[in-house]
T-cell receptor, first 117, second 116 residues
Framework: AQSVAQPEDQVNVAEGNPLTVKCTYS??????LFWYVQYPNRGLQFLLK??????LVKGSYGFEAEFNKSQTSFHLKKPSALVSDSALYFC???????????????FGKGTKLSVKP | DSGVTQTPKHLITATGQRVTLRCSPR?????VYWYQQSLDQGLQFLIQ???????AKGNILERFSAQQFPDLHSELNLSSLELGDSALYFC???????????????FGPGTRLTVL
């Protein structure tokens, strides 16, 4: 079965410092990986996805993610954090197991990012 | 703004009641997905419709049902509501059936359901 894990419930970063939000995955075939962000009382906003190709994926709002097949990781990164980046971040993998729920997103538990001035 | 709209934003009802949540996908998108977000279960996939037909099913209770209409909007019906059904219900849409799993799903703002 496909799954993702976000090992950190919360990440604290000072404004201007680089940030990393971790995600590891477990899939039986090719991994299709996604990052979403949820601001308070808002829906999920798509940041970026990895389907194939370059291991460094660039996304919205200056975020990027590094796909590492050997470590089965897809960590989200940003070179310089902003206070406005404070939100809940979700990693997701597409469920490609053959069966009734095939093709849909399996989400991690989420990581709360707090950026302090 | 993702282009996916959901109504109502908030819904407060009592146990045993029935409610209907509505979703309009992005213009041109044929697939609609429903997800439930709760504190204990996290984000869970409920059901997907593609061009009016049920495409995939997740952890959806028998008390819940959905449909997608010819104009592609979708409704999620929740009946015999229980306290544990209180959650944020998201709708998402994508352009195609996404059999390859590569399409991006764009999410609406959600409907917060509170069952008292």
């Amino acid at each position: 079965a496909q799954s993702v894990a976000q090992p950190e419930d919360q990440v604290n970063v000072a404004e201007g410092n680089p940030l990393t939000v971790k995600c590891t995955y477990s899939v039986s075939g090719n991994p299709y990986l996604f990052w979403y962000v949820q601001y308070p009382n808002r829906g999920l906003q798509f940041l970026l996805k990895y389907i194939t190709g370059d291991n460094l994926v660039k996304g919205s709002y200056g975020f990027e993610a590094e796909f590492n097949k050997s470590q089965t990781s897809f960590h989200l990164k940003k070179p310089s954090a902003l206070v406005s980046d404070s939100a809940l971040y979700f990693c997701a993998v597409r469920d490609m197991d053959y069966g009734g729920s095939q093709g849909n997103l399996i989400f991690g538990k989420g990581t709360k990012l707090s950026v302090k001035p | 703004d993702s282009g996916v709209t959901q109504t109502p934003k908030h819904l407060i009802t009592a146990t045993g009641q029935r409610v209907t949540l509505r979703c309009s996908p992005r213009s041109g998108d044929l697939s609609v997905y429903w997800y439930q977000q709760s504190l204990d279960q996290g984000l869970q996939f409920l059901i997907q419709y593609y061009n009016g037909e049920e495409r995939a099913k997740g952890n959806i209770l028998e008390r819940f049902s959905a449909q997608q209409f010819p104009d592609l909007h979708s409704e999620l019906n929740l009946s015999s509501l229980e306290l544990g059904d209180s959650a944020l219900y998201f709708c998402a849409s994508s352009v195609g059936e996404d059999g390859r799993g590569t399409d991006t799903q764009y999410f609406g703002p959600g409907t917060r359901l509170t069952v008292l």
